[in-house]
């Protein structure tokens, strides 16, 4: 599976936007860039996810660069609540049922996100 | 409501016995995961299936062992095996048959192991 290397940790104060990046050298081109985050003793939660063309939905942006090597979540204004751990993940979308591999996603460490009151 | 549950969110139980946590899902998902996640570190797949009666091992099986009778149940026993059990047990679903891949998740249940 292709790796992906994120910050251990980042800050922001509240209301202000966060940028969270995300590198992923080896990503195929196949490879869908998902993005989870996981609030204290919670399970995780989806995010947003994109392959190519820069993604937005009512929780975040997702800025994919033009060579795929790396992306950058956005939050566009940071709240007390969107304190988590972020994952950034490459899955690989084949057709179902077909072999067993391509519906794991492998979680990393994640950045540890601090809102600043 | 539709979701994921898993029973019950805190549980203790001696070194030496197995032990079964609970996965139920009513959003009529084919695939369904589970995950083991110690402190700071990230999530690490021990079983997977995506279809009833039948399942993969993930990264870390060892120890552990799982069911899949029903489409909205797959239940995992922790065995006496598992050197290290006392961890958060994460349990997902996935419509794999649908446009996204998006994961649901339980929860969680805290084993441990005293």
């Known amino acids: 599976d292709a790796k992906t290397t994120q910050p251990n940790s980042m800050e922001s104060n509240e209301e202000e936007p966060v940028h969270l990046p995300c590198n992923h050298s080896t990503i195929s081109g196949t490879d869908y860039i998902h993005w989870y985050r996981q609030l204290p003793s919670q399970g995780p939660e989806y995010v947003i996810h994109?392959?190519?063309s820069n993604v937005n939905n009512r929780m975040a942006s997702l800025a994919i660069a033009e060579d795929r090597k790396s992306s950058t979540l956005i939050l566009h204004r940071a709240t007390l609540r969107d304190a988590a751990v972020y994952y950034c993940?490459?899955?690989?979308?084949?057709?179902?049922?077909?072999?067993?591999?391509?519906?794991?996603?492998?979680f990393g460490k994640g950045t540890l996100l601090t809102v600043n009151p | 409501d539709g979701g994921i549950t898993q029973s019950p969110k805190y549980l203790f139980r001696k070194e030496g016995q197995n032990v079964t946590l609970s996965c139920e899902q009513n959003?009529?998902?084919?695939?369904m995961y589970w995950y083991r996640q110690d402190p700071g570190q990230g999530l690490r797949l021990i079983y997977y299936s995506q279809i009833v009666n039948d399942f993969q091992k993930g990264d870390i099986a060892e120890g552990y062992s799982v069911s899949r009778e029903k489409k909205e149940s797959f239940p995992l026993t922790v065995t006496s095996a598992q050197k290290n059990p006392t961890a958060f047990y994460l349990c997902?679903?996935?419509?794999?048959?649908?446009?996204?891949?998006?994961?649901?998740f339980g929860p969680g249940t805290r084993l441990t192991v005293l």
């Open positions: 997902a679903s996935t419509d794999i048959a649908g446009v996204l891949t998006e994961q649901f």
């Open positions: 959003l009529n998902h084919d695939a």
């Open positions: 994109g392959l190519t």
């Open positions: 993940i490459l899955n690989s979308r084949n057709t179902p049922y077909s072999g067993g591999s391509n519906y794991k996603l492998t």
